[in-house]
């Protein structure tokens, strides 16, 4: 009987352990962020923010594609190969949630890698990561140093989402 015990305690330890190394924080949830920006995976960016900062990006990206006549260029015919009808892109509202996700991936990759071509990649790096007093609000400090060595400190906000960390504010959008 007391075996039985122990393995149930082991049981249960073990699977608190597993769940607190699991769970997310605001620093791996910035860190995921970055990564997936850099890979211009819109997709796997936008699971790093609220509904409304992917909502705000979305609406960011598909402006600069929309409007920007050299993203524009390269990004029709990527879309004619991802089967998007050109003229479709334009009435982008009234699409579905699978269409839109296609077209905001493809502009986005094409974004990235013309900023890419013309800047170089910047080195990116966190400096700080806090958790306010209610725990449910934490702000992340990056810097980015671009190839002549200058220096942009950003701040993003993140809140606690239906128990996740979700970036909020500080995107620059």
Same mark, same amino acid.
């Not at 995976?41 to 992917?54: G, P, R, T």
């Not at 170089?120 to 806090?130: D, M, N, Q, V």
């Given at each position: 009987?007391?075996?039985?015990?122990?393995?149930?305690?082991? =049981?249960?330890?073990?699977?608190?352990?597993? /769940?607190?190394?699991?769970?997310?924080?605001?620093?791996?949830? +910035?860190?995921?962020? @970055?990564?997936?920006?850099?890979?211009?995976?819109?997709?796997?960016?936008?699971?790093?923010?609220?509904?409304?900062?992917?909502?705000?990006? +979305?609406?960011?990206?598909?402006?600069?594609?929309?409007?920007?006549?050299?993203?524009?260029?390269?990004?029709?015919?990527?879309?004619?190969?991802?089967?998007?009808?050109?003229? /479709?892109?334009?009435?982008? @509202?009234?699409?579905?949630?699978?269409?839109?996700?296609?077209?905001?991936?493809?502009?986005?990759?094409?974004? @990235?890698?013309?900023?890419?071509?013309?800047?170089?990649?910047?080195?990116?790096?966190?400096? /700080?990561?806090? @958790?306010?007093?209610? =725990?449910?609000? +934490?702000?992340?400090?990056?810097?980015?140093?671009?190839?002549?060595?200058?220096?942009?400190?950003?701040?993003?906000?993140?809140?606690?989402?239906?128990?996740?960390?979700?970036?909020?504010?500080?995107?620059?959008?």
């Amino acid at each position: 009987m007391e075996n039985i015990f122990k393995i149930g305690m082991v =049981g249960i330890v073990s699977s608190i352990l597993l /769940t607190a190394c699991f769970e997310s924080s605001p620093k791996s949830v +910035a860190e995921d962020f @970055i990564d997936a920006a850099k890979d211009g995976d819109f997709k796997e960016m936008s699971k790093s923010l609220s509904s409304d900062a992917k909502d705000k990006m +979305a609406s960011a990206i598909m402006y600069s594609c929309l409007w920007n006549r050299d993203i524009k260029n390269k990004v029709i015919p990527l879309l004619k190969e991802n089967d998007i009808d050109s003229k /479709t892109f334009t009435n982008y @509202i009234s699409l579905s949630n699978e269409i839109q996700n296609k077209i905001l991936n493809v502009c986005f990759k094409e974004m @990235i890698k013309m900023r890419l071509e013309k800047k170089g990649e910047p080195k990116i790096k966190i400096l /700080t990561s806090e @958790i306010d007093s209610s =725990g449910k609000k +934490a702000t992340v400090i990056i810097e980015e140093i671009n190839k002549k060595g200058k220096s942009n400190k950003k701040t993003l906000q993140l809140e606690k989402i239906n128990d996740e960390w979700k970036i909020t504010e500080g995107l620059g959008i």
